[in-house]
């Protein structure tokens, strides 16, 4: 079956370095995401992306947060100033469609920032 | 985004039928109601999904009332690899580039031999 894989599974960076967090989504998939879940909290979405552009973003996913699909098959999240509270869980997500589709995350990334 | 609430824990034998309650009161006519779970160090899984009538697949039942203001995720034989948080989910069928989900604190289940 296919799968959304994710690297690297663990990352520790100190604060102020960027990091950039990396994603496969499933191969015939069109619609990609980021969620994140801080250590015991909910699973928060950040970012959705369609047809090469941000179509939905949440209040945490401000300027220091971008997204790119830099070839055919990565979907990458950057972080370009880590700060201690962007240490969590970072899910990347993908879907055939919008609306009903289900969505397929990945087993995510530990980002840990010292 | 209209709100869900599901009980904090819920604990089931193995090899016995659990259900998982969700209330939406405040849910609108073209909310559809999904089920995600997380298992342990996992990522969230991709459960069912409904609209008005009850549904089937090969993980789960899902039971939506009459007046849609609450649901029931059903699990017929619980096994230890069910352990798990449930999250109930309200969405639009249609948005704009996507569909986001926005995750409660879910059910966690307890599964025991």
């Known amino acids: 079956e296919p799968e959304v894989t994710q690297t690297p599974s663990h990352q520790v960076t100190q604060m102020g370095q960027e990091v950039i967090l990396r994603c496969v989504p499933i191969s015939n998939h069109l619609y990609f995401y980021w969620y994140r879940q801080i250590l015991g909290q909910k699973v928060e979405f950040l970012v959705s992306f369609y047809n090469n552009e941000i179509s939905e973003k949440s209040e945490i996913f401000d300027d220091q947060f971008s997204v790119e699909r830099p070839d055919g098959s990565n979907f990458t999240l950057k972080i370009r100033s880590t700060k201690l509270e962007d240490s969590a869980m970072y899910f990347c997500a993908s879907s055939e469609g919008q609306g009903l589709y289900e969505q397929y995350f990945g087993p995510g990334t530990r980002l840990t920032v010292t | 985004d209209a709100k869900t609430t599901q009980p904090n824990s819920m604990e089931s034998n193995e090899e016995e039928p659990v259900h998982l309650p969700c209330n939406h009161s405040?849910?609108?006519?073209?909310?559809?109601i999904h089920w995600y779970r997380q298992l342990p160090s996992q990522g969230p899984e991709y459960v069912i999904h409904?609209?008005?009538s009850n549904v089937n697949n090969r993980m789960a039942s899902l039971a939506i009332a009459e007046d849609r203001k609450s649901s029931t995720l059903i699990l017929h034989r619980a096994t230890l690899r069910d352990a798990a948080v449930y999250y109930c989910i309200l969405s639009g069928s249609f948005t704009g580039g996507g569909n986001k989900l926005t995750f409660g604190t879910g059910t966690q289940l307890k599964v025991e031999l």
């Open positions: 405040t849910i609108s006519g073209t909310d559809y």
């Open positions: 409904g609209l008005t």
